[in-house]
């Protein structure tokens, strides 16, 4: 192998040289072979025709192997392409010697030239496939075994790149075609799940590439629930369509899309629902530097907005999305206009202010504390944040003439638990207050709230979390054995949220179908399993990641909710729904939150839950109140007396 590595190294124009050589010596020992299997002897060399006839046939021979790219070839990743070239030069230099011997009046006998013929390309082709051969020899250690699922064009097409790389080598297809099963596609074994063990244990196959670009992500997920029972890392190909477009190559293999776990397959929007309320208009998207507001922001830009006025809190998620939308809107040549706005939701008059002077038509209201545990820990930001910044935001609408006003809401303002799920349920109420109160004016603004699950890949989501322990080898953490939640991805989610925004008459509640709820647990467990590694338990104590049960956190449910009450009607998208909510009028909303302020400045935290269980929000806490600061000051109270107690005593 090291004498192999000498040659290896020689340069390109060397290694040219040495090719020609070779095959000129091959031409010679093909022609003179011939003539012995022919005619037992080498007695023809007696003509005096004879040199003449070799020295043309092999200057054209090496002429049209030169014309036909054989020695512009790298051996290395050399497929059937050059071993055609080789046929093809031997049946010219074959037909040439014929023409020749007949021409000359050469007595050579006529099947020589057929003989020759198939010993040249024979001889030519031989040693360059055992070349590659022994390169792939020298570099296979460093390779990583592979196997490929889908026999289809685009596990084709990866086995083909697959082997070019030389990073991998491809021992076998799976496939669920029962007529491909046992057959052989380009030298490799087509077999079934069931029967893949007896591979991946023979070569210690590192992973399982999924190659079904064009199937759909129910079909993916049936898929990936068999493979998961594989000791192998699954990696997926891009989809066909990024192939296609040139924005992806089939060999750029990557992590299984969480969605596929999900086998929730997309719905294409409905274009005139995603345009109405943005294409030529004003839009401005609260919280824009968020998970969701910055998806809102890229799909509403698209749409051809006259303007789109990025207004967030965070000086940082302002700058990221501002420039991500500026670079966007060059690549695909917008024209509307970016304008970021930094300021909180909590300044009605700066809200106010910036509406007025941009004209904004159309509000979407993705700001909010989120995260459960931190508004527990926080009640009263919490609060000011979700039930006052959105009832601000709202008022601020109404007085600069926003003509439609949608608020994000969450599956967990349904018969909340927790203090976030009752402020985004009390922030409904104050639009739906004030949906009540525009619906009496010929042009008042519109109101609508839309209620959605998680979104994958949000800030906060289970996610990131799972694939960070995964990665620092272990454990998963998961709250309660028995936890689900209903999932979304976050570009589906904001698509859905502009087509429900545009099919609100005023103050309605829309709830998108998320499907089928996922058990947190079960998504560990297919995470580590696709990691190419083992769930360690009791039943398996040699597993590699182990999954722990913290516990439920303060105020988090076991299962989520959509909808309140049975009254729930479709709507025109299919994936979109309407629910009747109770409401308070806005006097009574109003005293409501006068109270409630009162109760945060004074920070009197049994107050504010109070006023919490008797508003119409159906809060039936699962905790104690756990704000962070009320508890360490009840906790210094509490000291203070039993050292007074003490020295009294």
Same mark, same amino acid.
């Given at each position: 192998?090291?004498?192999l590595?000498?040659l290896?190294?020689l340069?390109?124009?060397?290694?040219?040289?040495?090719?020609?050589?070779?095959?000129?010596?091959?031409?010679?020992?093909?022609?003179?072979?011939?003539?012995?299997?022919?005619?037992?002897?080498?007695?023809?060399w007696?003509?005096?025709?004879?040199?003449?006839?070799?020295?043309?046939?092999?200057?054209?021979?090496v002429?049209?192997?030169?014309r036909?790219?054989?020695?512009?070839?790298v051996?290395?990743?050399?497929?059937?392409?050059?071993l055609?070239?080789?046929?093809t030069g031997?049946v010219v230099?074959?037909?040439?010697l014929?023409?020749?011997?007949f021409?000359?009046?050469?007595?050579?006998p006529?099947?020589?030239?057929?003989?020759?013929?198939?010993?040249?390309?024979?001889f030519?082709?031989?040693?360059?496939?055992?070349?590659?051969?022994?390169?792939?020899?020298?570099?296979?250690k460093t390779c990583?075994?592979?196997?490929?699922?889908?026999?289809?064009?685009?596990?084709?097409?990866?086995?083909?790149?697959?082997?070019?790389?030389?990073?991998?080598?491809?021992?076998a297809?799976?496939?669920c075609?029962?007529?491909?099963t046992?057959?052989?596609?380009?030298?490799l074994?087509?077999?079934?799940?069931?029967?893949?063990?007896?591979?991946?244990?023979?070569?210690?196959?590192?992973?399982?590439?999924?190659?079904?670009?064009?199937?759909?992500?129910?079909?993916?997920k049936?898929?990936?629930?068999?493979?998961?029972?594989?000791?192998?890392?699954?990696?997926?190909?891009?989809?066909?369509t990024d192939?296609?477009?040139?924005?992806a190559?089939?060999?750029?293999?990557k992590?299984?899309?969480?969605?596929?776990?999900?086998g929730?397959?997309?719905?294409?929007?409905?274009?005139?629902l995603?345009?109405?309320?943005?294409?030529?208009?004003?839009?401005?998207?609260t919280g824009?530097?968020?998970?969701?507001?910055?998806?809102?922001?890229?799909?509403?830009?698209?749409?051809?907005p006259?303007?789109l006025?990025l207004?967030?809190?965070?000086?940082?998620?302002?700058?990221?999305i501002d420039?991500?939308?500026?670079?966007?809107?060059?690549e695909?040549?917008?024209?509307?206009d970016?304008i970021?706005?930094?300021?909180?939701?909590?300044?009605e008059?700066?809200?106010?202010t910036?509406?007025?002077?941009?004209?904004?038509?159309?509000?979407?209201?993705?700001a909010?504390?989120?995260?459960?545990?931190?508004?527990?820990?926080?009640?009263?930001?919490?609060?000011?944040?979700?039930v006052?910044g959105t009832?601000?935001?709202?008022?601020a609408?109404i007085?600069?003439?926003?003509?439609?006003?949608v608020?994000?809401?969450?599956?967990?303002?349904?018969?909340?638990?927790?203090?976030?799920?009752?402020?985004?349920?009390?922030?409904e109420?104050?639009?739906q207050?004030?949906?009540?109160?525009?619906?009496?004016?010929?042009?008042?603004?519109?109101?609508?709230?839309v209620?959605?699950?998680?979104?994958?890949?949000?800030s906060?989501?289970?996610?990131?979390l799972?694939?960070?322990?995964?990665?620092?080898?272990g454990?998963?953490?998961?709250?309660?054995?028995?936890?689900?939640r209903?999932f979304?991805?976050?570009?589906?989610?904001?698509?859905?949220?502009?087509?429900?925004?545009?099919?609100?008459?005023?103050?309605d509640?829309?709830?998108?179908?998320?499907?089928?709820?996922?058990?947190?647990? #079960? &998504?560990?467990? @297919?995470?580590? +399993?696709? %990691?190419? !590694?083992?769930v360690?338990s009791?039943?398996?104590?040699?597993?590699?990641?182990?999954?722990?049960?913290?516990?439920?956190r303060?105020g988090?449910?076991?299962?989520?909710?959509?909808?309140?009450?049975d009254?729930?009607?479709r709507?025109?998208h299919?994936?979109?729904?309407?629910?009747?909510?109770?409401?308070?009028?806005?006097?009574?909303?109003?005293?409501?939150?006068?109270k409630?302020d009162?109760?945060?400045?004074?920070?009197?935290?049994?107050?504010?839950?109070?006023?919490?269980?008797d508003?119409p929000?159906?809060f039936?806490?699962t905790?104690?109140i756990? #704000? &962070?600061?009320? @508890?360490?000051? +009840?906790? %210094?109270? !509490?000291?203070?007396?039993?050292?007074?107690?003490?020295?009294n005593a």
């Amino acid at each position: 192998m090291q004498r192999l590595q000498f040659l290896w190294q020689l340069p390109r124009a060397s290694k040219r040289l040495i090719s020609v050589l070779i095959d000129c010596g091959l031409i010679f020992f093909a022609f003179n072979l011939a003539l012995i299997v022919r005619l037992g002897d080498l007695s023809y060399w007696q003509e005096p025709s004879v040199w003449g006839i070799l020295v043309a046939v092999t200057v054209a021979t090496v002429s049209v192997f030169a014309r036909l790219g054989l020695y512009r070839a790298v051996l290395r990743y050399l497929t059937f392409q050059a071993l055609f070239v080789v046929t093809t030069g031997a049946v010219v230099s074959a037909l040439l010697l014929a023409a020749l011997s007949f021409y000359m009046s050469d007595p050579l006998p006529r099947t020589v030239p057929i003989i020759y013929g198939a010993f040249l390309a024979l001889f030519c082709g031989s040693p360059r496939v055992i070349v590659r051969s022994l390169v792939a020899q020298s570099r296979g250690k460093t390779c990583k075994e592979v196997v490929i699922y889908g026999a289809g064009s685009g596990g084709r097409q990866l086995a083909f790149a697959l082997r070019a790389s030389g990073d991998y080598r491809v021992r076998a297809f799976i496939d669920c075609d029962e007529t491909l099963t046992n057959t052989v596609i380009l030298g490799l074994p087509v077999i079934s799940v069931e029967d893949a063990m007896p591979i991946i244990n023979k070569y210690d196959v590192d992973q399982v590439l999924l190659a079904v670009p064009s199937a759909s992500r129910s079909r993916r997920k049936v898929i990936l629930d068999t493979l998961a029972k594989l000791p192998v890392e699954v990696k997926t190909v891009p989809e066909m369509t990024d192939i296609v477009s040139g924005k992806a190559k089939i060999d750029e293999l990557k992590d299984v899309p969480i969605e596929d776990l999900l086998g929730r397959d997309p719905v294409a929007p409905q274009q005139v629902l995603l345009e109405a309320n943005i294409k030529d208009k004003v839009v401005m998207v609260t919280g824009a530097g968020g998970s969701i507001g910055s998806e809102l922001c890229r799909q509403i830009v698209m749409q051809n907005p006259k303007a789109l006025v990025l207004f967030e809190l965070s000086e940082f998620g302002l700058y990221q999305i501002d420039r991500e939308l500026t670079e966007l809107k060059k690549e695909k040549g917008l024209a509307c206009d970016i304008i970021p706005l930094m300021g909180s939701i909590q300044r009605e008059n700066r809200l106010k202010t910036a509406m007025e002077s941009f004209g904004v038509q159309t509000v979407y209201h993705a700001a909010a504390y989120k995260h459960v545990p931190l508004v527990e820990y926080n009640v009263v930001e919490g609060v000011r944040n979700n039930v006052y910044g959105t009832f601000y935001t709202a008022k601020a609408a109404i007085e600069a003439g926003v003509e439609s006003f949608v608020l994000i809401s969450t599956d967990k303002a349904v018969r909340p638990t927790n203090v976030m799920g009752t402020t985004k349920r009390m922030a409904e109420l104050g639009l739906q207050a004030l949906a009540e109160q525009e619906n009496r004016k010929s042009k008042g603004t519109r109101f609508c709230m839309v209620r959605f699950g998680n979104v994958l890949g949000s800030s906060g989501s289970v996610i990131p979390l799972f694939k960070g322990q995964i990665a620092s080898g272990g454990p998963l953490t998961v709250t309660h054995p028995d936890i689900t939640r209903f999932f979304m991805t976050i570009p589906e989610a904001a698509q859905l949220v502009i087509q429900a925004g545009a099919m609100g008459k005023g103050g309605d509640v829309f709830v998108l179908d998320m499907g089928e709820s996922v058990k947190i647990v #079960d &998504l560990a467990k @297919n995470l580590i +399993q696709l %990691s190419g !590694l083992e769930v360690k338990s009791e039943e398996n104590p040699h597993g590699d990641i182990e999954i722990q049960f913290a516990g439920l956190r303060p105020g988090e449910k076991l299962y989520e909710e959509l909808l309140i009450g049975d009254n729930v009607k479709r709507t025109a998208h299919e994936r979109i729904m309407t629910a009747n909510e109770v409401f308070l009028s806005i006097e009574e909303y109003e005293t409501l939150l006068d109270k409630l302020d009162l109760a945060c400045h004074a920070v009197d935290h049994e107050s504010i839950r109070q006023l919490l269980l008797d508003a119409p929000t159906g809060f039936a806490p699962t905790d104690g109140i756990g #704000d &962070l600061v009320w @508890n360490h000051k +009840q906790q %210094s109270v !509490l000291s203070v007396d039993d050292d007074q107690q003490a020295v009294n005593a």
